[in-house]
């Protein structure tokens, strides 16, 4: 058995330890927020956080996950949206939305750096997270908003 933290919830999953953290998070513990992509880390669709990086789960094994404080699409807010996801909403970022959780986990570990980043930062922080429907605008758009308390944007 190994111990997990995941959504500052402790879970003790039974998974083979070389299990990637993406399949634990989906089937063992039913948080399909995360989404499988690629398989290979080249995609970004299944970022979370792990001790507050973030992390392509599809390769991260249970192994490595286990101890760590994990952070998921369903964790990242409380009661309320987080400020990134009304942004989203308020931009009209996602079509398809199947990029939109890796996304956001992507840009909110940019965010809690603290400050307000730049476009430079931005397309760095977001780099290797592909979005197919080619949204890279509004993610920037809604990634300031963001950064900015939702007032604003640009």
Not at 23 to 48: H, M, N
Not at 106 to 125: F, H, T, V
Request: glycine residues 12%.
């Amino acid at each position: 058995m190994a111990k997990l933290t995941v959504n500052n919830k402790e879970y003790e999953v039974s998974s083979d330890p070389s299990t990637p953290l993406l399949w634990v998070l989906r089937d063992e513990l039913g948080l399909t927020g995360t989404k499988y992509g690629c398989g290979i880390a080249q995609c970004g669709s299944c970022t979370v956080h792990m001790d507050g990086k973030p992390v392509r789960s599809c390769i991260t094994f249970l192994r490595s996950a286990s101890g760590k404080k994990i952070t998921t699409i369903e964790g990242l807010a409380g009661d309320q949206p987080h400020p990134l996801q009304k942004a989203w909403v308020e931009k009209d970022v996602p079509q398809c939305g199947y990029c939109q959780s890796g996304q956001i986990m992507a840009a909110a570990a940019l965010l809690e750096k603290g400050k307000k980043p730049s476009d430079a930062e931005i397309d760095s922080a977001m780099s290797g997270i592909v979005c197919r429907c080619g949204t890279y605008n509004r993610i920037r758009e809604a990634i300031k908003l963001a950064a900015m308390g939702g007032e604003g944007g640009e």
